[in-house]
């Protein structure tokens, strides 16, 4: 598996704001999607915002207008800017990419939203 680096989690009060990043850090070919899942307490993994190589963008419903996901192709590395944050978006957030026989998924990094 190809190993990736991530990081800008932390805590946050409500309305405010983190970025997160996401490195590929190793060799891979032909990056296709590279999105942000997250997972809370008792939940399952959901995804949060993916997008193509081409740019095109999905979000989950809880999220759109406040989160926008971005990738830097030239660096291999895939942003999540988080805005607005809620308690609800309390979970350890996960980056995923997907390339020419590989699906790797990051450690994982907290984002604590208190309530």
């Known amino acids: 598996q190809v190993p990736l680096v991530e990081s800008g989690g932390g805590s946050v009060q409500a309305g405010g704001s983190l970025r997160l990043s996401c490195t590929v850090s190793g060799r891979i070919f032909r990056i296709n999607t590279m999105g942000w899942y997250r997972q809370a307490p008792g939940k399952q993994r959901e995804l949060v915002a993916i997008i193509t190589s081409e740019g095109t963008t999905d979000y989950t419903d809880a999220v759109k207008g406040r989160f926008t996901i971005s990738r830097d192709n030239a660096e291999n590395r895939v942003y999540l800017q988080m805005n607005s944050l809620k308690p609800e978006d309390t979970a350890m957030y996960y980056c995923?990419?997907?390339?020419?026989?590989?699906?790797?998924w990051g450690q994982g990094i907290q984002v604590t939203v208190p309530s």
């Open positions: 995923n990419v997907k390339a020419f026989n590989v699906d790797t």
